[in-house]
T-cell receptor
Framework: SQQGEEDPQALSIQEGENATMNCSYK?????LQWYRQNSGRGLVHLIL?????REKHSGRLRVTLDTSKKSSSLLITASRAADTASYFC???????????FGKGTKLSVIP | DAGVIQSPRHEVTEMGQEVTLRCKPI?????LFWYRQTMMRGLELLIY????????DSGMPEDRFSAKMPNASFSTLKIQPSEPRDSAVYFC????????????FGSGTQLSVL
């Protein structure tokens, strides 16, 4: 079953704009991760945020986590055409080893 | 580092045939996962190995699916007999530890069962 649900399902923006994707989940988590998948390729890990963290940055990426609302957001600043991909959130809960993925947000950045 | 290597990249077969997918994890990683990705169901975990031992195979859809990890550098996922509903992209992923942090994915095998 899906733990994380991304919103929106699809997003189209102009190059240079910021892109924000949201993820909601159902049960308490240990950590939440974001992955990127380019068309026809495997998933690539972007960033991990732990349940006791509220915000993390990595280059042009900013991730926030609100455990009270069971939600996270991924912000990509100054988007580039190369950012065109699907973005997935994934969560780990309790003592589980199983990373559970949402269905993703498909981002299109128009040059 | 070559990353996680999967083969073949594409497989087209006829219903009823046996299909074997292969995976070489990153050297030093001791956790290996097989995932299946479809438009309808997204990414589903099929099986998880730790130190070459299958820990959880509850995601394997039915007895037609089997997976092995004979050593730390090789794993196979076999479907026998294959059915059209098995058509999907199959990913192998690995990491060190018990899989709770960053996963490294292969490029996947696109399986089409006609």
């Amino acid at each position: 079953s899906q733990q994380g649900e991304e919103d929106p399902q699809a997003l189209s923006i102009q190059e240079g704009e910021n892109a924000t994707m949201n993820c909601s989940y159902k049960t308490s988590i240990n950590n939440l991760q974001w992955y990127r998948q380019n068309s026809g390729r495997g998933l690539v890990h972007l960033i991990l945020i732990r349940s006791n963290e509220r915000e993390k940055h990595s280059g042009r990426l900013r991730v926030t986590l609100d455990t009270s609302k069971k939600s996270s957001s991924l912000l990509i600043t100054a988007s580039r055409a190369a950012d065109t991909a699907s973005y997935f959130c994934a969560t780990i809960s309790g003592g589980s080893y199983q990373l559970t993925f949402g269905k993703g947000t498909k981002l299109s950045v128009i040059p | 580092d070559a990353g996680v290597i999967q083969s073949p990249r594409h497989e087209v077969t006829e219903m009823g045939q046996e299909v074997t997918l292969r995976c070489k994890p990153i050297s030093g990683h001791n956790s290996l996962f097989w995932y299946r990705q479809t438009m309808m169901r997204g990414l589903e975990l099929l099986i998880y190995f730790n130190n070459n031992v299958p820990i959880d195979d509850s995601g394997m859809p039915e007895d037609r699916f089997s997976a092995k990890m004979p050593n730390a550098s090789f794993s196979t996922l076999k479907i026998q007999p294959s059915e059209p509903r098995d058509s999907a992209v199959y990913f192998c992923a690995s990491n060190y530890g018990q899989g709770r942090e960053k996963l490294f994915f292969g490029s996947g095998t696109q399986l089409s069962v006609l």
